[in-house]
Nanobody
Framework: QVQLVESGGRLVQAGGSLRLSCAAS????????IAWFRQAPGKEREFVAA????????YYADSVKGRFTISRDNAQNTVFLQMNSLKPEDTAIYHC?????????????WGQGTQVTVSS
């Protein structure tokens, strides 16, 4: 079983940038598709982005396309989410998870999340 730990979330002004990290231990991380999800207060969890186990295919929600970039370093057992041009509506707890498909379905091995707050 892969264990995932997110980090990098903080308070940032609108228009700013953040890079989140999802560090893995155990299991077969390098053979796992990984996705980022987010959940804002009072809202359902939503899919943000996913990356294939080889890192050669990515998939994004329309709301972040062109602003966020997902990448991975299998040598470091880490997946990154570079977030640029942040908006107040990006405020949420961001989680990473192992997924069966790049659209975010079939998720398991969830991390505890990292808080991103974007001020206007």
């Amino acid at each position: 079983q892969v264990q995932l730990v997110e980090s990098g979330g903080r308070l940032v002004q609108a228009g700013g940038s953040l890079r989140l990290s999802c560090a893995a231990s155990g299991g077969t991380f390098s053979l796992s598709h990984i996705a980022w999800f987010r959940q804002a207060p009072g809202k359902e969890r939503e899919f943000v982005a996913a990356i294939s186990w080889r890192g050669d295919t990515t998939y994004y929600a329309d709301s972040v396309k062109g602003r966020f970039t997902i990448s991975r370093d299998n040598a470091q057992n880490t997946v990154f989410l570079q977030m640029n041009s942040l908006k107040p509506e990006d405020t949420a707890i961001y989680h990473c998870a192992r997924v069966r498909s790049l659209t975010g379905t079939g998720s398991d091995s969830w991390g505890q999340g990292t808080q991103v707050t974007v001020s206007s």
